[in-house]
């Protein structure tokens, strides 16, 4: 389960949550009565009612990045999107952007090759160029080379550029966060811990074989 409170319908802020309650849950407390239609348990969004404010912001960073005034092909923009939840290893983020490329016509054979997208030969000059750029700022943390940058401004304009960046980098953050507060599919443990050794093992073991 999530690691913050979820807001019950009851005591969900009625100018804020309430609405996206009711267009998400219908009439349900998703507390009580979890589950959106793309299948994820849906309580990103009660834990976000527990602040009003930032589930307002939040809110309007959707509406930004899928507003017909975006100049960045959608196509584009969610191939940064799914790259970021999967660099980041957020399942929710990648698994909901996966469903919105193939939402726009990305075929399942293409959406599969993401993770691997540089050996790839599915993906055009344009798309391996949004793939790279994306990398960049999700994996190296912006460090993006001069010589990548200029290939992106031979096929992209500075509007589609900084939208692609600003988009991308959001959901950086939204991957992060979903991983911190184990929100939807990433509420899960962390794989990386700790095998036991054998009882009869002694660390000075790896010192005696050679090992």
Same mark, same amino acid.
């Given at each position: 389960?999530?690691?913050?409170?979820?807001?019950?319908?009851?005591? *969900?802020?009625?100018?804020?949550?309430?609405?996206?309650?009711?267009?998400? =849950?219908?009439?349900?407390?998703?507390? !009580?009565?979890?589950? !959106?239609?793309?299948?994820?348990?849906?309580?990103?969004?009660?834990?976000?009612?527990?602040?009003? +404010?930032?589930? /307002?912001?939040?809110? #309007?960073?959707?509406?930004?990045? /899928?507003?017909?005034? /975006?100049? $960045?092909?959608?196509?584009?923009?969610?191939?940064? #999107?799914?790259?970021?939840?999967?660099?980041?290893?957020? #399942?929710?983020?990648?698994? #909901?952007?996966?469903?919105?490329?193939?939402?726009?016509?990305?075929?399942?054979?293409? $959406?599969?090759?993401?993770?691997?997208?540089?050996?790839?030969?599915?993906?055009?000059?344009?798309? /391996?160029?949004?793939?790279?750029?994306?990398?960049?700022?999700?994996? %190296?943390?912006?460090?993006?080379?001069?010589?990548?940058?200029?290939?992106?401004?031979?096929?992209?304009?500075?509007?589609?550029?900084?939208?692609?960046?600003? $988009?991308?980098?959001?959901? +950086?953050? %939204?991957?992060?966060?979903?991983?911190?507060?184990?929100?939807?599919? +990433?509420?899960?443990?962390?794989?990386?811990?700790?095998?036991? *050794?054998?009882?009869? =093992?002694?660390?000075?073991? =790896?010192? +005696?074989?050679?090992?």
């Amino acid at each position: 389960m999530p690691r913050l409170r979820e807001i019950p319908r009851d005591e *969900a802020d009625t100018e804020v949550a309430l609405p996206l309650y009711k267009l998400l =849950f219908g009439e349900r407390d998703p507390v !009580t009565d979890p589950g !959106t239609d793309t299948g994820t348990p849906g309580d990103w969004w009660t834990v976000f009612a527990n602040s009003p +404010d930032t589930l /307002r912001h939040a809110a #309007q960073g959707f509406g930004y990045y /899928r507003n017909p005034a /975006r100049q $960045i092909d959608p196509v584009l923009r969610e191939l940064g #999107q799914t790259w970021a939840g999967y660099a980041v290893g957020s #399942q929710f983020v990648f698994s #909901q952007h996966c469903k919105s490329l193939r939402g726009l016509g990305v075929s399942d054979e293409k $959406i599969a090759a993401v993770p691997t997208w540089q050996t790839s030969e599915l993906f055009d000059k344009c798309e /391996r160029l949004v793939l790279a750029y994306a990398d960049r700022l999700v994996t %190296h943390r912006g460090r993006v080379p001069d010589a990548l940058f200029a290939e992106l401004k031979t096929e992209f304009s500075d509007v589609e550029i900084l939208e692609l960046t600003y $988009i991308t980098c959001l959901y +950086d953050m %939204h991957a992060v966060m979903s991983k911190a507060l184990r929100t939807e599919f +990433d509420d899960r443990d962390d794989p990386i811990v700790e095998v036991a *050794a054998p009882e009869d =093992f002694s660390a000075r073991d =790896f010192l +005696d074989t050679g090992r």
